[in-house]
């Protein structure tokens, strides 16, 4: 289970992830806690602020599909203010929701939200809380950006982790044109990244591999850790 602030969260830094596990067999769900209402409409605009919510759903459940994984679950919390949820209900929902059937591994944003965003370090906290509130889940994940793959692709404003605190970095290359296909669902929020304005060579530099950490954990492995022969980049 991903479990993310905004859609598009899931797309951008572990779309092609997701992909690949659920081309592997693996059952791949996301939790999405708000609609992305505080958003972009899009460079032009493409919908109404009032209709930014329903569209934003309807993007993310275009990217699941593209991505082949299942449809989405929604929450209906406030783009923007997510930091000021109650914790304990938040956390009694994702857990209610994820144990039906409870998933082996949780994939969410760490302390630094990738982008410092409140809404993605929040999110984060309550999907590392309920990996702590429960027995099933294995192994917690979070969404990180080594310091070398921000520099090459000149994305600086990220922020990025040291490389040798990288659990996990995977070669997307073989589900290149899902992941991007997923992004392209995004409509309105594509004016958002720069990088989706640079040559494919660059672009494949920065969303071609994606890195994760893994903060916690009950066993000594889990399904994404076996499978680090096929998963893996050699290069990262």
């Known amino acids: ?134 027995t099933d889940i294995v192994s917690l994940y979070t969404l990180a950006v080594p310091r070398s793959a921000a520099e090459a692709a000149e994305m600086t404003q990220l922020r990025s982790v040291p490389d040798e605190a990288i659990t996990l970095t995977v070669d997307i290359s073989a589900v290149w044109h899902a992941k991007m296909a997923a992004i392209r669902c995004h409509r309105t929020q594509l004016g958002e990244s720069p990088i989706l304005t640079a040559p494919e060579e660059r672009q494949r530099l920065f969303l071609g591999r994606e890195s994760f950490i893994r903060p916690e954990a009950r066993a000594e492995s889990d399904f994404l850790l076996n499978a680090r022969s096929s998963l893996e980049a050699r290069n990262p």
């Open 1 to 134: 289970m991903a479990v993310f602030a905004h859609p598009d969260d899931e797309t951008f830094r572990c779309g092609g992830t997701l992909a690949l596990l659920a081309r592997r067999g693996v059952r791949v769900q996301v939790l999405t806690a708000t609609r992305g209402q505080a958003g972009s409409c899009g460079n032009p605009p493409i919908c109404s602020r009032d209709a930014l919510p329903t569209v934003r759903e309807q993007e993310l459940r275009c990217a699941c599909a593209a991505l082949g994984i299942l449809p989405p679950i929604l929450l209906d919390y406030q783009d923007g203010q997510l930091a000021l949820a109650d914790l304990q209900t938040i956390v009694g929902e994702i857990i209610a929701i994820a144990s039906r059937p409870a998933p082996q591994v949780i994939l969410t944003y760490g302390p630094d939200g990738v982008s410092g965003h409140p809404d993605h370090i929040a999110i984060g906290r309550f999907a590392a809380e309920v990996f702590r509130g429960t």
